[in-house]
């Protein structure tokens, strides 16, 4: 039996700020708590299969909150490159930016592209995080590139389309996880997908849970996993041919 070799799992983090009203904190006391979140997940992911964790952790359109909320979402992204990000590279993490770099505080870019370059070899977990990131934006920019480098009509495939996104051809998500969204009800459950790798989802399977981000755990995703990947179920089973 052919076992697939990992599962891609893309999350759009939401719900940070909920929190922390819950809590009777300051919003950014809901994003430092959802960093301490996504640290504690990106561990659980080899026991789990989980070979690419995405996440959506600034949209472009996270730019329009007040000017103290979004600089301190950037100290605490510094604060995660510079040091937690560090321990998981030592640990095979391999780090890979997504979004448009040029909108990036120059701070916030150095170290990212310090942890891509440093974790580049690296064979574990691949952690993709989208910062100044919008798939529409995504596109634009596929298309300006081409047209700067005189590409051919002729030569817009699907597979150049593919293999010009900001992730890697061939490694799109197999399951999409919207947190912070509203309990299932009357037999309906909304999904939105916030322009978060609209290309590369066209298979996935998209899941939202009315979990708040930084109460997501691993048991979330392993119940996710179960739930949305059936393949999971099969270890030790036999897969009939398709
Ligand atoms: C998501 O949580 C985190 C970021 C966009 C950085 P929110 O900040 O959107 O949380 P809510 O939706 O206000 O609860
Ligand atoms: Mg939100």
Known sequence: MEIKKGLHVGIILDGNGRWATQQGKERLEGHAEGVRALLGLIKTCPENRVQTLSVFAFAIANWKRDKSEVDGIWILFLQFLTTHLKGLIDDGVRFKLIGDRSGLPDAVLAASEDAERRSVSNSGTLLQIALNYDGVDEVARM??????????????????????LDTEAGNEPDIIIRTGMPEASGGMSQWRGSAFLPLQSVQSVCVSTEVLWPNFTVDHLQKIIAYADPSSRLFGGQRTKV
């Open 143 to 164: 298309v300006k590139n081409a047209l700067q480098n005189d590409i051919s009509p002729d030569d817009v495939t699907a597979q150049y389309v593919q293999s010009h």
